[in-house]
Nanobody, 125 residues
Framework: QVHLVESGGGLVQAGGSVRLSCAGSGRTSTLYAMAWFRQAPGKEREFVARILWSHSSKFYADSVKDRFAISRDDAKIAVYLQMNDLKPEDTAVYYC??????????????????WGQGTQVTVSS
């Protein structure tokens, strides 16, 4: 079992910044990658960013590539999402996810084994 807890969400104005954190515990020694997804009201959960745990390869959705940055802290078993130049369309519940195997398409929710409870990010115009 891997337990994930997100924090750092809130209300921010367009153009502002927010940093999300995800703390992992449990069988974290088997981590292959961690990722962030988001889900806006009435929409499907979508991929945002991913980082491999054995090295620092990173992947981003096109919609956030030049504005968001994913990073990790090996000692704390934590992953972060720095979100800059936020737009109203970034409003969503943001979820942290853990991939223990590293198979399939990383942008699909089915590839992830554990999820956090989510944290709300609301961007006002």
């Amino acid at each position: 079992q891997v337990h994930l807890v997100e924090s750092g969400g809130g209300l921010v104005q367009a153009g502002g910044s927010v940093r999300l954190s995800c703390a992992g515990s449990g069988r974290t020694s088997t981590l292959y990658a961690m990722a962030w997804f988001r889900q806006a009201p009435g929409k499907e959960r979508e991929f945002v960013a991913r980082i491999l745990w054995s090295h620092s390869s990173k992947f981003y959705a096109d919609s956030v590539k030049d504005r968001f940055a994913i990073s990790r802290d090996d000692a704390k078993i934590a992953v972060y999402l720095q979100m800059n130049d936020l737009k109203p369309e970034d409003t969503a519940v943001y979820y942290c996810a853990a991939d223990l195997v590293g198979r399939g398409n990383y942008y699909q929710t089915e590839m992830y084994d554990y999820w956090g409870q989510g944290t709300q990010v609301t961007v006002s115009s």
